[in-house]
Nanobody
Framework: QVQLAESGGGLVQTGGSLRLSCAASGRTFSRYCMAWFRQAPGKERDRVAAISRNGDVTYYADSVKGRFTISRDNAKNTAYLQMNSLKPEDTAVYYC???????????????WGQGTQVTVSS
């Protein structure tokens, strides 16, 4: 039903900012919770943030609270992750995901993007 494509990753210095975008295909974008996950080499995939169908509820991992902001524009079929005050430990591949609900577990999400690399240098 839905295809997702991330963009906006890159290399930044500690303290810098990036804005990731997730463009969705299809006609049912507003039916899904949207989430961002990240995975570093050899580590588990962890949820960074999630946002409900109409954007009224958001969730954040403790490690990114106060630094990252998730948002969505249903008219544009796009979700975003604004990342500020980046740290080297934020380095990972970031994935966009869509699911019926907003649980923390990756298996709950039905659709995934290809991922975009974020690297934060010291």
């Amino acid at each position: 039903q839905v295809q997702l494509a991330e963009s906006g990753g890159g290399l930044v210095q500690t303290g810098g900012s990036l804005r990731l975008s997730c463009a969705a295909s299809g006609r049912t974008f507003s039916r899904y919770c949207m989430a961002w996950f990240r995975q570093a080499p050899g580590k588990e995939r962890d949820r960074v943030a999630a946002i409900s169908r109409n954007g009224d509820v958001t969730y954040y991992a403790d490690s990114v609270k106060g630094r990252f902001t998730i948002s969505r524009d249903n008219a544009k079929n796009t979700a975003y992750l604004q990342m500020n005050s980046l740290k080297p430990e934020d380095t990972a591949v970031y994935y966009c995901a869509a699911g019926d609900q907003c649980p923390i577990r990756p298996a709950a999400y039905d659709y995934w993007g290809q991922g975009t690399q974020v690297t934060v240098s010291s």
